[in-house]
Structure formats: C-alpha cells, structure tokens
C-alpha cells in the first residue's frame, strides 16, 4: 500500500522527481519516479529494521501543522507545490492537528509499534526548537505555543497510557526562564552546545546505568560540515522562503 500510494502521488518538475513525504530527502530531485520507489523501499527497509529491534525507540514531537490530500486523506509534512509540482486547493487543504487527533495517531503508532517489537520501551521529547513560521493566519508566536503545547500534552498522555513510555524533558530544560535564553543561539531558534550538553547530561544522568560522574560533560553538538547550521533544512524554513 504504501509504495503504491507513493507512485501515486509523486510530483514531478521538469526532468525531476520528489518523494512526496520526503520532499527533501534529495536536494536536486530523483531522475525518475522509479529512483523514487527505490531511495523510499531502501529506507523503509531500515525503518522496519530499527522498529523490530531496537531496545529504546526515542521519538522528538515537532509540528502540529500539516498538509492532507481530500482525495485520500494522505498527510504531507509540506505542501505540494513548495518544493515541487504544483498546488491544487481542490486537492489539498492545511491542518493544524489539535490534542485529539494528535493523541489517536501517536496511540495508534505506539500500540502496532509493541506489536512488532514487544520488548520495546518509548522515550518521548519536545522539540525546543520554536517555528520560524507558520501558516495559520496568526503570529508565529501565537501559533508556536499552540504547537507546543498540544505536542507536550500528547506527550504526557502516552506516559500515562502506557507503562513502557517515558517522557523526558528537553523542551522544559532549555526552554526554562531559569535559562535567561543562554542556551539558544543569537537568532534565538538553534540550539547552543551549552543547552545540547547540559540536556544531555541530564539524560545520561537518569536513563544510563550507572553513569560515570563525567559522562555527557564532553558531549558537543555538530551541525554539520564545517559547523555550517544552514545545512540542517527545515519544513518550515522552506515554507517560510516559498511565501516570500
């Protein structure tokens, strides 16, 4: 179902194709529709390696807003037509996912992941990092608290539904006014190797056993290549460049 669904709904622009949820995945596109289904089944089968056997599974909630097509229902992380194709408003429309719907996808996910891996417990985390843009018809401001706070709700409501689900709080240690915002960059979204190093120590600290007092002091954020942030893409960012 899922490799037919992605033959079906890929966009193509000029001699180019885009996997429709991974619509970055590869910067200059795919030759073909044909190279698409082979980058997403060789990812899949990753995906399908990690779920079955991983011991923990971490998963950081990150966005509530969304793209869903009225023909099917399928949901894309970006709207059709930003990095490719073309938008058709008959087709697609936004959502901005609410505490009810978010709580049913992620319970959802939980219960078929413990049914292929029953020995497998969950950390949950909070993106800290805040949207740079939205596109509700509100200040991005605004609308990042909303998507934080229903992503941090749903959060504690899977630890409370389920026994083998932690949640462990990134969100609340770097985004914390004890803080004074010393431990985001000057453009006040990227994390600081300060606030990576102090969560992470934090981490080591109450999920490794028998941690050694300096494990995590030396842990170090590298944002890529010669330490260019710019190369970590973001949805938002995308969709902020394309409105513009």
Same mark, same amino acid.
């Given at each position: 179902? *899922?490799?037919?669904?992605?033959?079906?709904?890929?966009?193509?622009?000029?001699?180019?194709?885009?996997?429709?949820?991974?619509?970055?995945?590869?910067? @200059?596109? !795919?030759?073909?529709?044909?190279?698409?289904?082979?980058?997403?089944?060789?990812?899949? $089968?990753?995906?399908?390696?990690?779920?079955?056997?991983?011991? #923990?599974?971490?998963?950081?909630?990150?966005?509530?807003?969304?793209?869903?097509?009225?023909? @099917?229902?399928?949901?894309?992380?970006?709207?059709? /037509?930003?990095?490719?194709?073309?938008?058709?408003?008959? $087709?697609?429309? !936004? *959502?901005? !996912?609410?505490?009810?719907?978010?709580?049913?996808?992620?319970?959802?996910?939980?219960?078929?992941? $413990?049914?292929?891996?029953?020995?497998?417990?969950?950390?949950?985390?909070?993106?800290?990092?805040?949207? #740079?843009?939205?596109?509700?018809?509100?200040?991005?401001?605004?609308?990042?608290?909303?998507?934080?706070?229903?992503?941090?709700?749903? /959060?504690?409501?899977?630890?409370?539904?389920?026994?083998?689900?932690?949640?462990?709080?990134?969100?609340?240690? *770097?985004?914390? /006014?004890?803080?004074?915002?010393?431990?985001?960059?000057?453009? !006040?979204?990227? #994390?600081?190797? *300060?606030?990576?190093?102090?969560?992470?120590?934090?981490?080591?600290?109450?999920?490794?056993?028998?941690?050694?007092?300096?494990?995590?002091?030396?842990?170090?954020?590298?944002?890529?290549?010669? /330490?260019?942030?710019?190369?970590? #893409?973001?949805?938002?960012?995308?969709?902020?460049?394309?409105? $513009?």
């Amino acid at each position: 179902g *899922i490799a037919y669904q992605a033959r079906k709904t890929v966009r193509t622009d000029g001699t180019t194709s885009v996997d429709p949820w991974r619509q970055q995945v590869e910067p @200059d596109g !795919f030759v073909s529709p044909e190279d698409v289904m082979a980058a997403r089944s060789e990812h899949l $089968k990753y995906v399908k390696n990690a779920f079955e056997n991983c011991d #923990i599974f971490v998963f950081t909630l990150g966005l509530t807003e969304a793209w869903v097509s009225q023909v @099917d229902g399928t949901v894309f992380p970006l709207a059709p /037509g930003v990095v490719a194709g073309e938008f058709d408003k008959e $087709k697609f429309k !936004f *959502i901005n !996912f609410n505490v009810d719907q978010t709580a049913k996808e992620m319970s959802e996910f939980l219960t078929k992941l $413990k049914k292929v891996n029953e020995n497998v417990k969950c950390v949950l985390t909070v993106s800290p990092v805040p949207l #740079i843009a939205t596109y509700e018809n509100q200040h991005v401001l605004t609308a990042n608290t909303y998507s934080k706070s229903v992503l941090r709700v749903v /959060g504690e409501m899977m630890t409370q539904r389920f026994d083998w689900v932690d949640y462990f709080p990134s969100y609340e240690i *770097i985004t914390g /006014g004890y803080s004074a915002g010393m431990y985001y960059e000057q453009d !006040f979204r990227e #994390i600081n190797p *300060i606030g990576v190093s102090h969560a992470m120590r934090c981490f080591f600290r109450h999920y490794i056993e028998n941690p050694d007092e300096n494990t995590g002091n030396d842990f170090v954020f590298e944002p890529g290549e010669n /330490g260019n942030k710019s190369a970590v #893409i973001c949805d938002e960012a995308v969709m902020e460049a394309a409105r $513009k």
